[in-house]
C-alpha cells in the first residue's frame, strides 16, 4: 500500500490533483491508514497513470471517465467504438487548432498594424481595431 505524497512523487502529479481526481470519481483509495492517510495498490496506481496518459493527449476528465468504464469492462466494447472515440476527439482537437490559427492570424495582423512608438496610445491602431470590432458587436 502507498500514500498519496508517494504516488504523487511517482507520477509527477501533485496531491492536490489527487484529490481532485478522487472527487470527481476517477481515482479511489483502496483505504486508509490507522492515521488517515489514503492508501493506494498498485492497481489504483495504474489506473492512475492511465488517467495522467490520457489526460496528457487531450481528453477531458469526463472522456476519460468514458475510457476508464470500456477499460473495466473491455468484453463488452470494441476497438471500433474505442478507435470512434479517438477519431471524435480528433476533429474536436483539428477545430480547435483552426479556431486557435485564426485568433493568432488576426493577433499577427493587429500587431504589423502597430508602429510601436512611443506616441500616447490614443494613436494606437491595436486599440482602434479592438474598438471598432466591438462597436459592430
Not at 483505504?31 to 495522467?52: H, K, M, N, P
Not at 469526463?62 to 472515440?85: P, R
Amino acid at each position: 500500500m502507498v500514500k498519496i505524497g508517494e504516488i504523487a512523487k511517482r507520477l509527477g502529479v501533485s496531491t492536490d490533483t489527487l484529490r481532485y481526481y478522487e472527487k470527481q470519481g476517477i481515482l479511489t483509495s483502496s483505504s486508509r491508514s490507522v492515521s488517515g492517510y489514503r492508501l493506494y495498490t498498485e492497481q489504483d496506481i495504474a489506473q492512475l497513470a492511465f488517467v495522467i496518459r490520457a489526460k496528457d493527449v487531450g481528453f477531458t476528465l469526463n472522456e476519460i471517465k468514458e475510457l476508464l468504464a470500456i477499460k473495466v469492462d473491455k468484453q463488452s466494447h470494441s476497438c471500433e467504438q474505442v478507435k470512434q472515440f479517438t477519431s471524435e476527439k480528433i476533429s474536436q482537437v483539428e477545430r480547435k487548432i483552426t479556431e486557435m490559427n485564426a485568433i493568432l492570424n488576426s493577433l499577427k495582423l493587429l500587431h504589423k498594424s502597430c508602429c510601436g512608438g512611443d506616441e500616447p496610445a490614443i494613436h494606437c491602431s491595436i486599440l482602434s481595431a479592438l474598438e471598432v470590432n466591438n462597436a459592430a458587436n
